[in-house]
């Protein structure tokens, strides 16, 4: 018993001395710098994964408050194009109205403002058909024959078809659409002004020895009973004369815009 006690005494001693030699060797450091290098491509490969992860994870993030912002931003821009292209309309129908208020304050008419609501075109073997369709009509007390005028106060045409709400008006350009008129010439001459394949208007059995010349403006001679005298309807643009004839007769361009007719008024006599 007191042998085995011995001999483990010298190997505990043994081990104690062995990493004594070790250590004052400079042997730990050693062995300690070899385990670092073992390990540290290791460690560094972990680190960077883990780097990586990490920055991938916030740039998707990123991308994604990005790609929220940026729709934001759309959405934003969208709102203020339609509310500036609302505010336009507003102000351009405001102008209509402060023209509009001008002339039929200054000429005293009785008048019904209208919106239009829809453009038509009904093609026919001959010409075509040009109409504008308002939002106004019988209950506004309308009814067929009355003219219809532009903010500057130039006739675009008469009230066709008349329902409760609404009403059809036929276009001066139409062969539908006749006009008693006036020649702003030196002999005032009358006549019925017609329109033409939907594009122009024309003034037929004009004596030959009164003079016409194109720039003369053409205006309601009144003669109608539900049109005013002197609305503006157009100017002369040829004069159609042969001396062997007893008649001439001219081409009129109309004066209304009627591709850009927002608001209208009916003429009420």
Partial sequence: MRRKNIKKTFI??????????????????????????????????????????RNGFESRTDQKELSHKVKELENDRNALLVENARLKELEEENKELRS?????????????????????????????????????????????????VDSRGVLVGKLEKVE??????????????????????????????????????SMELIPQDEEVEAGDLIVTSGLEDDIPRGLLIGEVSRVNSNNNEIWKSVVIEPLADFSDLIIVSVIIP
């Fill in 100 to 148: 509009y208020l001008e002339f039929l304050d200054e000429k005293k008419y009785s008048y019904k403002m209208a919106h239009v609501i829809a453009i038509g075109v009904e093609a026919s073997s001959e010409r075509e058909e040009k109409s504008i369709v308002i939002d106004k009509g019988r209950s506004e007390g309308l009814y067929p024959g009355l003219g219809v």
């Fill in 12 to 53: 505990i001693a043994a081990i104690i001395g062995l990493l004594a030699f070790l250590y004052f060797t400079n042997i730990f450091d050693f062995a300690k710098e070899k385990i670092y290098q073992a390990i540290n491509p290791a460690a560094s490969g972990l680190y960077s994964l883990g780097a990586n992860i």
């Fill in 164 to 201: 409760e709400k609404a009403s059809r008006v036929v276009l001066t350009t139409n062969g539908s659409c006749k006009l008693a008129a006036t020649i702003q010439n030196m002999e005032r001459t009358i006549g019925i002004v017609s329109g033409e394949m939907g594009l122009t208007m």
